[in-house]
C-alpha cells in the first residue's frame, strides 16, 4: 500500500523529533556531506583524521578509516557527495554477471552497474549480489543485453565523497589536502594527479568554503534534463532537428546515449545551437538510432570560498583544476555563513523547460559574512549575477546551517533555532519554524541535511541537523 503524507499546512504544525546523537560533538570546521545516492548516508568529518557515516534508514553512526588529510582541519574544510563510483574493464562475463577488475569491499545489492563500452554497453542494471575482495564477480537482477566480454567496460553507480582541507599557507605542495572517500571500496584515496597537490585550488583555504557537485545520478536513477533520438551525428555533434535549444544553454552539461550506436558513451557538451550538441570525439559515432539524455556534469566540482570572489572548477577525469574567469565576477567575496547548492529539481514549468533550461544550470550562494546578499552563478554562460528577492533582510554568519531540496533552499539562521526557507522559483524568503532544543556556541561548519523517504510516487522529506557545539541531532518532515 503506497504511504499517503496527511499532513496539511495550518491544520499541522511542524514537529522536531530526536534522531541518534552524533558519535561527537559539533565544533569549528567539522562539517557533514550529504549523499543523495540510493541509501543517501552521511559522512560527518570530525577533523583531519577521524570521519564516521550516518545511515538514515537505520539512524545510526558508524566509524570510518581515518581521511589521514594533510594541511590544518579549520575554517575552509569543505566537501561535497558524487555519484561515480570505481570504473574499469570487465574479466569476463554471463547474461547476468561481471566479473569487474576490482576489489570490493562492501554488499552494493541495490546499487546500479552502468556498461560504457563493448558488449552491453548502454545497460544500466542493479545490483542483485556482489562477492567481496579481488576481481569481485557482480550479480544483476535483469540480464544483460549482451554478455559482458573482456572488451566491456563499465562504472559503477555508487556514493563517492570528495574533500578538501584548510591550509594557512600556499597549498600549491602539499599532499593529500584534497581526497575522496570510496563507498565501494571503502579506501580514502588521493585526488591529486602526483606526489604533491599542484592543483590545489587557492593559496590558502580558509574562512569559509563550498565544494559543489554536479551529479548526473540522484537516489536510484538518472536525472534527465532533456532526452530524445539523434537525427544525425559527427564525430564531434550529436543533432536532433526537432529542438529549439537556446544557443549554449547545454554548455557544461553531460550527454549519455542511452541506446542504439554508440550507447553507453558520455561526453561534456562543450556549446550547442538551436539542433545541435558540440562535444570531445565519440569513440563510436551515434547515429538516427541513437538516443540520448542530458544530465548533470559527472566530471566537474566547483570550489568557491576563502573570502574571494575566484571560482575554482575540478575535473574528475583530469585530476586539475581550473581556474575559472566570469565575464562578470562575483559582486564580492562570500564570508562565514556562506552557501553553495546546485540547483537541479525545481517543479516550476519556466525551470523546466527544454528549450530554455534552467534546472541544472545554476549555483546559488549566499554570501554569508553577516550580510543577505545572494548570488548565483550560471554554469553554461560562466557568469554570476546578484539575485534580488524579498524581503532580504535576514543576515548569516557563524552557525548558519543550509539545506537544498527541490523548489527551496532552507537555512538555520546562526544559532538562532530560527529557520527560514527561501523559494527560488518564486525569489521569496519565508519563515520555516523553529524549534525548542539547547543549542551551544555558534560555530562555523555546516551540519544539516535533508534524507527523502520514497514510496512509489510518493516522496516525504526529512531535514536533519546537528546543533551547535552538540552530539544533538533532530529532524523535521517537511510538510
Same mark, same amino acid.
Given at each position: ?17 530526536? @534522531? ?62 558524487? $555519484? ?58 535483469? @540480464?544483460?543485453? &549482451? ?11 555508487? =556514493? ?119 562535444? =570531445? ?52 567575496? =562570500? ?70 531540496? &527541490?523548489?527551496?533552499?532552507? $537555512? ?68
Amino acid at each position: 500500500m503506497t504511504t499517503t503524507n496527511g499532513n496539511r499546512k495550518i491544520l499541522d504544525l511542524k514537529r522536531w523529533e530526536v @534522531a541518534a546523537p552524533a558519535p561527537t560533538a559539533t565544533a569549528a570546521a567539522r562539517f557533514v556531506v550529504s549523499s543523495r545516492h540510493y541509501r543517501q548516508q552521511q559522512l560527518y568529518v570530525e577533523s583531519a583524521t577521524a570521519a564516521w557515516m550516518y545511515l538514515p534508514e537505520e539512524d545510526g553512526w558508524t566509524a570510518l578509516a581515518s581521511p589521514a588529510l594533510a594541511g590544518t582541519f579549520a575554517a575552509g574544510a569543505c566537501g561535497t557527495a558524487t $555519484a561515480i563510483g570505481p570504473s574499469g574493464t570487465a574479466t569476463a562475463g554471463t547474461t547476468t554477471t561481471l566479473t569487474t577488475n576490482l576489489t570490493l569491499a562492501r554488499d552494493l545489492r541495490g546499487y546500479k552497474i552502468h556498461l560504457t563500452g563493448g558488449p552491453g554497453a548502454g545497460d544500466v542494471r542493479t545490483i542483485a549480489s556482489n562477492t567481496i575482495g579481488t576481481n569481485s564477480v557482480i550479480t544483476v537482477t535483469s @540480464a544483460f543485453s &549482451s554478455t559482458p566480454t573482456t572488451s566491456t567496460t563499465y562504472r559503477l553507480l555508487t =556514493p563517492r565523497w570528495y574533500v578538501l582541507n584548510a591550509v594557512t599557507a600556499s597549498g600549491t605542495t602539499t599532499a593529500n589536502l584534497f581526497k575522496f572517500y570510496c563507498f565501494a571500496l571503502n579506501t580514502w584515496t588521493s585526488a591529486e594527479t602526483g606526489a604533491t597537490d599542484g592543483v590545489a585550488p587557492a593559496a590558502v583555504i580558509g574562512t569559509d568554503s563550498r565544494l559543489v557537485h554536479t551529479p548526473s545520478f540522484s537516489d536510484d536513477d538518472f536525472v534527465s534534463f532533456a532526452t530524445g533520438t539523434a537525427t544525425s551525428a559527427t564525430g564531434t555533434t550529436l543533432v536532433n532537428s526537432a529542438k529549439t535549444w537556446t544557443t549554449n544553454q547545454w554548455t557544461n552539461y553531460q550527454v549519455r546515449i542511452t541506446g542504439g550506436t554508440g550507447a553507453g558513451q558520455v561526453r561534456t557538451i562543450s556549446s550547442n545551437t538551436s539542433t545541435t550538441l558540440t562535444v =570531445p570525439t565519440w569513440t563510436t559515432t551515434p547515429d538516427n538510432t541513437s538516443t540520448y539524455s542530458i544530465e548533470g556534469c559527472d566530471d566537474f566540482i566547483y570550489y568557491m570560498g576563502s573570502n574571494a570572489v575566484t571560482l575554482y572548477r575540478y575535473s574528475i577525469s583530469g585530476g586539475t583544476w581550473t581556474t575559472l574567469s566570469p565575464t562578470v565576477a562575483r559582486g564580492a567575496a =562570500p564570508g562565514i555563513g556562506m552557501s553553495g547548492h546546485w540547483v537541479w529539481g525545481c517543479t516550476k514549468t519556466d525551470w523546466t523547460d527544454e528549450s530554455n533550461i534552467q534546472n541544472g544550470r545554476y549555483i546559488y550562494s549566499f554570501r554569508g559574512a553577516g550580510g543577505a546578499l545572494l548570488d548565483r552563478y550560471d554554469i553554461a554562460l560562466n557568469t554570476w549575477s546578484a539575485v534580488s528577492y524579498a524581503p532580504a533582510v535576514e543576515t548569516f554568519t557563524t552557525g548558519t546551517k543550509w539545506v537544498y531540496n &527541490s523548489d527551496y533552499i532552507y $537555512a538555520q539562521k546562526d544559532a538562532t533555532n530560527r529557520w527560514v526557507r527561501y523559494s527560488i522559483p518564486e525569489a521569496n524568503m519565508d519563515g520555516w519554524g523553529q524549534f525548542f532544543y539547547t543549542q551551544g556556541a555558534a560555530v562555523l561548519g555546516d551540519t544539516a541535511f535533508d534524507v527523502t523517504y520514497h514510496d512509489g510516487a510518493v516522496d516525504i522529506t526529512f531535514i536533519h541537523m546537528l546543533l551547535n557545539t552538540s552530539t544533538t541531532h533532530i529532524r523535521q518532515m517537511v510538510i
